[in-house]
């Protein structure tokens, strides 16, 4: 790490990953539609109204409690003993030679009991300042996916998202090649509505 940090561009070279305009895994993730019943759509409808007047002024915790959070209550992530969602938590594994570490935002799993990550199938970074700077959240959430490919062993892809602000943007990892999506604005209604699709979407990918 101390030969690249989290430079974007550099990590991209350093590993041989090949970035795409387009994937036929995200075009079919980014296709996903949702229909939410009566109660979903009254909290969607406080979601909603949450981000258009403060998403872009919480601070990183405030962002994961207020809206994170939230976000993925409402895409029903979650599937005891099958999938779950964990925050903060440490990943290091050895990729082609180089030792590497991140803290994870959040991520989603395959759990163990007492509330342990074992298989990563998803990233997702919290706001940063602006892209490009040192702890730039595209390439702390690439270097996490390049550590979940050599923990996991199996040839699947590796999903992930960034947020900078408001805004996120889902990505995919497959093999050695890279490929991000437009981007999501969650203060409008029809993107939110998307990101919550995407990610209930995900939840059937892992499955």
Known sequence: MRNFGYNLGIIVQHFGLKVLKT???LTTWTQADINLNTIEQTLFDELLADAEEDSGYWN???LKINFVGAVFRLAKVNEREKIKVFYERPL???VQGENLSVIADCLVATPLPYNTP???YFFLQEFKKRKGDKYDPEAQMLIAMLIAQAMNQDNKPIFGAYLIGQNWYFTVLENNTYCQSRQ??????ADLLKIIAMLRRLKGFIL
């Open 23 to 25: 994937s036929d895994l």
């Open 60 to 62: 990183e915790e405030e």
């Open 92 to 94: 290091s594994a050895n």
């Open 118 to 120: 074992a298989k990563p």
């Open 184 to 189: 999501y604005d969650s203060k409008q209604k």
